[in-house]
């Protein structure tokens, strides 16, 4: 039986050096300023062999990235500013000094690359959850959490990927201020309907 392209030894390290040349890259100097050609060489290989094995660079970049979002420590802030306090943290991740591109990348690519879809549950599981269960109710934390990522992600996807132009167009303050109410009532939980008819949180 004939094996599938990529599962020889030989073709596992060769894939197994250019996902630890571009991990490093792109944590270094972010999703644009690497390049095909730097990851070739800091992985001693043809970087034809890049796209032959992973098809793009974006494609490379979903299986590779493990983004740490760094969230503030939810706990130690005032209540009533963390729907603004986490939507500045984003806009900083996304738009600051270093921003590289990748966070967009990986919202990108997730509608279509299994691995960057995972990495999206991934930071969801690992780092946005804790986060917003510490400041809630601990039975509803699930749901504020993912009405949390549901509001994030939707700014990332309509500023980042799609360019609506209206979103694009907003002040960084405005978002700030327009999202973060809501991003706090879902954070904290007031007025959250449960499954139970005629009880809120």
Known sequence: MTKPRGSTPKALRTREAIEAAARELFAINGFDRTTVRDIGVRAGIDPSM?????????ALFAQ??????HLPDLGAIASAVIGETLVRHFLDLWEGDGVGGGMPVLLRSAASNDKAAEQLR??????VFPAVARV???????????????QLLGLALTRYVLMVPPVVMMPPEFIVRTIGATIQRYASGEGLVTNEPGQEV
Do not use: C
């Open 136 to 150: 809630g109710p601990p039975e509803t934390a699930a749901m504020r959490a993912g009405l949390v990522a549901s």
């Open 50 to 58: 890049i796209i032959r094995y992973f098809g793009s660079k974006d």
């Open 64 to 69: 590779v990235a493990a983004p740490d979002l």
């Open 122 to 127: 991934k930071m969801f599981l690992t780092q």
